[in-house]
Structure formats: structure tokens, C-alpha cells
T-cell receptor
Framework: NAGVTQTPKFQVLKTGQSMTLQCAQD?????MYWYRQDPGMGLRLIYY???????DKGEVPNGYNVSRLNKREFSLRLESAAPSQTSVYFC?????????????FGPGTRLTVL | AQSVAQPEDQVNVAEGNPLTVKCTYS??????LFWYVQYPNRGLQFLLK??????LVKGSYGFEAEFNKSQTSFHLKKPSALVSDSALYFC???????????FGKGNQVVVIP
């Protein structure tokens, strides 16, 4: 099992450009999450999907959109990138059946917006 | 809303000495508590969790954590630190009945040979 995979690993954008970060999991998990990690701020939840067909805003959703394409895949889209979105982005998944299940994380995407 | 505090930015410890990483939490209901570790340029890896039951929880790589309800704390411990334990450690809390995790800002652990 590959676990949680993310593409791309690195990306440099210019202000105003758009891009989609891809995430897939092969653990048959119901819940998937997108976080951003910034120095000294821990991880902040952007969006999450409790199950296929549902998405909800997290702590910092502004400037982002998500799509739960199917049970395996959960993408994050930046429509018009801004320098404030320079960050490391992590996708995670959990079985989601109960809220005590741990989350499994992907390797991250390092995004720089110039 | 739930929250987690990790009061120290960095913890320095000599190899072979005990390691403690502190975490306090705030939730409205029964807490589900987690510790994760992040090695450089990697994603977070699950270490251990407290759901209910015994206050001392054992996890991966020789780590354990003690849940203290009266002090609302969930400190991570290892009896004898290794240089390979040098990493960023995150505490997280989830409200009962809520699928969202709140993470602390992380603690950098440096184990000195």
C-alpha cells in the first residue's frame, strides 16, 4: 500500500496563477483532509471531507476550493495564488468511522508563490 | 472550540537522558489526544493516542504519554532519548463527536550526542 500520495512535491507559482494539488489514498478511508503548515503555527485545517460527496470548511478556507472526486481522491485548488499561500500543504486521511481514529499523512507539497 | 498549547519552542536533551515534550489542551467534552512526529521534509507520523482507560499510553519507538485530566495535560515522554529522535513533535486534540483535529504549533526536539 502506498498510503497517502500527493502531487506535485514542489511547485513555484506567480501571483494570480492557478493550480490544483492532488491527493489520493489507498486505505479505503472515508475522511480526507487538507492542511497547511507554516513555521511556528502548526498545522491548520483548510478543508475536509467526512465522506465521499461531502466537504466542509476548516479553519483557513479562504482562497481555496476542494473536490472530493471519489472515495480515493481529494484535490485542493488555488484559483488565484497569493504570496500568503506560500506554505507546505499536507493531505491526510482517516477511516472516519469514529472520531478517535488517527489520521495518516502524505509527504506534502511545498508551494512558493512569487 | 478545542485547542492545544505546546509551551516550549525547542527541547534540547542529551542522548540517553529522559525526554519530555509538554502539551496542554482545552476541549468542551471528553478529549481524544494524539501525538505525531515529523522528520525533516516528511509528512506527520502517528505516535500514540489517548481515547479512554489507562492514563499511561504507550506508542511507537519507545514513546509514551500520560493523560492528566485535572491538569488538562498530555505530556510525551521517552525514558532514554536517541539522536534519531530529533524531530518536530505535534500534540493534537479532537472533541468527542467531531472529526476535526486541532494541532499545537509543534516542539522541535534536539537530541545532543
Amino acid at each position: 500500500n502506498a498510503g497517502v500520495t500527493q502531487t506535485p512535491k514542489f511547485q513555484v507559482l506567480k501571483t494570480g496563477q492557478s493550480m490544483t494539488l492532488q491527493c489520493a489514498q489507498d486505505m479505503n478511508h472515508n475522511s480526507m483532509y487538507w492542511y497547511r503548515q507554516d513555521p511556528g503555527m502548526g498545522l491548520r485545517l483548510i478543508y475536509y471531507s467526512a465522506s465521499e460527496g461531502t466537504t466542509d470548511k476548516g479553519e483557513v478556507p479562504n482562497g481555496y476550493n476542494v473536490s472530493r472526486l471519489n472515495k480515493r481522491e481529494f484535490s485542493l485548488r488555488l484559483e488565484s495564488a497569493a504570496p500568503s499561500q506560500t506554505s507546505v500543504y499536507f493531505c491526510a486521511s482517516s477511516s472516519g468511522e469514529e472520531s478517535y481514529n488517527e489520521q495518516f499523512f502524505g509527504p506534502g507539497t511545498r508551494l512558493t508563490v512569487l | 472550540a478545542q485547542s492545544v498549547a505546546q509551551p516550549e519552542d525547542q527541547v534540547n536533551v542529551a542522548e540517553g537522558n529522559p525526554l519530555t515534550v509538554k502539551c496542554t489542551y482545552s476541549v468542551s467534552g471528553n478529549p481524544y489526544l494524539f501525538w505525531y512526529v515529523q522528520y525533516p521534509n516528511r509528512g506527520l507520523q502517528f505516535l500514540l493516542k489517548y481515547i479512554t482507560g489507562d492514563n499511561l499510553v504507550k506508542g511507537s519507538y519507545g514513546f509514551e504519554a500520560e493523560f492528566n485530566k485535572s491538569q488538562t495535560s498530555f505530556h510525551l515522554k521517552k525514558p532514554s532519548a536517541l539522536v534519531s529522535d530529533s524531530a518536530l513533535y505535534f500534540c493534537a486534540v479532537r472533541d468527542y463527536g467531531n472529526n476535526r483535529l486541532a494541532f499545537g504549533k509543534g516542539n522541535q526536539v534536539v537530541v545532543i550526542p
